[in-house]
Nanobody
């Protein structure tokens, strides 16, 4: 089991930036994929970005491509989501998740952190 704790959310004006952190503990390893998801009020949870622990390969949702970056610090077992040029539509609870490579479902989730972007 992997424990995930997100931090870094808050209130920011449109056009601003925030960096979210996800600290992982427990049975992590280089064969894990770390993802960020978000859920806005009244909407389904949606994929935002993911990174592989080993190679650092990244993938982004079209809605955040070019504005968000994802990175990891293996020594600190922490994954980051740098969010730039934020828009009001980025307002959501952001969740960190983990799954083993080759698995379809993310089966480890953090508690979420609120990001609010004001216009």
């Amino acid at each position: 089991q992997v424990q995930l704790v997100e931090s870094g959310g808050g209130l920011v004006q449109a056009g601003g930036s925030l960096r979210l952190s996800c600290a992982a503990s427990g049975r992590t390893g280089s064969n894990y994929i770390m993802g960020w998801f978000r859920q806005a009020p009244g909407k389904e949870r949606e994929f935002v970005a993911r990174i592989t622990w080993s190679a650092g390969s990244t993938y982004f949702a079209d809605s955040v491509k070019g504005r968000f970056t994802i990175s990891r610090d293996n020594a600190k077992n922490t994954v980051y989501l740098q969010m730039n040029s934020l828009k009001p539509e980025d307002t959501a609870v952001y969740y960190c998740a983990a799954k083993k490579s080759g698995y379809t479902v993310y089966d480890n989730w953090g508690q979420g952190t609120q990001v609010t972007v004001s216009s």
